[in-house]
C-alpha cells in the first residue's frame, strides 16, 4: 500500500522506480494502483513524471 500524504507518496514511488521498476506502468501494474491516482497526487504538488528520468520531478 502507498501512503495518502502527498510527500510521502512522492518519496516511496521515486524510490521504487530507481530501485525495483523501469517505468510508471511497471509500478502501477506490479502494486495494483492508478496511475492516473499517483500523477494527480503529485501534480498537486508541483511534480509530473519524467519518463526519461523514470521518476517525478
Known amino acids: 500500500m ?5 510527500i510521502m507518496l512522492l518519496s516511496v514511488v521515486n524510490m521504487k522506480l530507481r530501485d525495483s521498476y523501469a517505468s510508471l506502468d511497471a509500478l502501477c501494474d506490479d502494486l495494483d494502483v492508478s496511475e492516473a491516482d499517483i500523477t494527480a ?6 511534480y509530473a513524471y519524467s519518463k526519461e528520468r523514470n ?3
Open 2 to 6: 502507498l501512503p495518502s500524504d502527498p
Open 55 to 57: 521518476q517525478f520531478v
Open 41 to 46: 497526487a503529485l501534480a498537486g504538488i508541483g
